[in-house]
């Protein structure tokens, strides 16, 4: 996250998450999407958490974690996500907007890359797309993204 915040008038960000040692992110703001991009989570958290304090953001979507048998096997790195989702969901809590999780699942089956290429929002990086996507399901469970825009 960097100077694409600063373009959006203060309290007009969206910020969607994709939470880990590589935390995917993604702003929405002015109706179009600010920039996206992936970053270790100990500076992720430190910009995110300065951009929720200075009011920069309005509400925070964050890919939910679950703990499964296949999580263990998986990977090792589920603790970060957690304290992650922790920090984020107590800025949250502190400047009182909105935070939201999402299962991973919802979002990757109804924001599929063909939707992401038609909304032009296809972005490199496997964080920042997922990120991307959580931000196209919130967006289009509020309207603002419709389901004409995302069949093409």
């Known amino acids: 996250m960097g100077a694409e915040a ?3 008038e203060p309290g007009d960000l969206i910020l969607a998450v994709d939470p880990g040692v590589t935390t995917g992110w993604a702003l929405y703001g002015g109706d179009k999407l600010q920039g ?3 970053s270790p989570i ?3 958290l ?5 951009h929720i304090k200075n ?7 964050c890919e939910d974690f679950i703990i499964t048998t296949h999580t263990g096997r998986k990977s090792q790195d589920g603790r970060y996500n957690f304290e992650e989702i922790g920090v984020l969901r107590r800025e949250c809590r502190l400047v009182r907007i909105p935070f939201e999780l999402q299962m991973p699942s919802r979002a990757l089956k109804f924001v599929d890359d063909a939707k992401l290429r038609r909304l032009d929002w296809y972005v490199k990086g ?6 991307v996507r959580h931000l196209v399901l919130y967006l289009h ?5 419709t389901a004409g825009q995302l069949i093409g």
Request: include cysteine; hydrophobic fraction near 35%; charge should be negative.
């Open 6 to 8: 600063s373009t959006s």
């Open 126 to 131: 496997g964080h920042a797309r997922d990120a």
């Open 42 to 44: 100990d500076p992720f």
């Open 36 to 38: 996206s991009g992936e």
């Open 46 to 50: 430190d910009m995110a958490c300065q």
């Open 55 to 61: 009011g920069f953001v309005k509400v925070v979507v």
């Open 141 to 145: 469970e509020r309207g603002t993204i």
